[in-house]
């Protein structure tokens, strides 16, 4: 069993940064992938990014790449997403996700979520 408690969220300019962070509870954190998702008002939750358990992995979804970095600490069993050049069209609910796979997850395929961080972007 796996806990995820996302933090960082709040409310950013556009081209501006936020980094949010995602802890995980239990001494397994390393033997899980980590995702982050979204879901804007009235959308389904998409894909945002993905990084392997080594950290040495990761996958982007168009919409962030080259904006959004995303990365972990297995020490402080910690998943960060850095977000620059934030766009209002960022303004969503993110999540992050846990799944025991060794290499990046692309697509819902986690087992683990948490409650969620609002990141809202104004114009």
């Known amino acids: 069993q796996v806990q995820l408690v996302e933090s960082g969220g709040g409310l950013a300019q556009a081209g501006g940064s936020l980094r949010l962070s995602c802890a995980a509870s239990?001494?397994?954190?390393?033997?899980?992938?980590m995702g982050w998702f979204r879901r804007a008002p009235g959308k389904e939750r998409e894909f945002v990014a993905s990084?392997?358990?080594?950290?040495?992995?990761?996958y982007y979804a168009g919409s962030v790449k080259g904006r959004f970095t995303i990365s972990r600490d297995n020490a402080k069993n910690t998943v960060y997403l850095q977000m620059n050049s934030l766009k209002p069209e960022d303004t969503a609910v993110y999540y992050c996700?846990?799944?025991?796979?060794?290499?990046?997850?692309?697509?819902?395929?986690?087992?683990?979520w948490g409650q969620g961080t609002q990141v809202t972007v104004s114009s």
């Open positions: 996700a846990a799944e025991q796979a060794p290499g990046v997850v692309v697509g819902n395929d986690y087992d683990y």
């Open positions: 239990g001494r397994t954190f390393s033997s899980y992938a």
């Open positions: 990084i392997s358990r080594s950290g040495e992995g990761t």
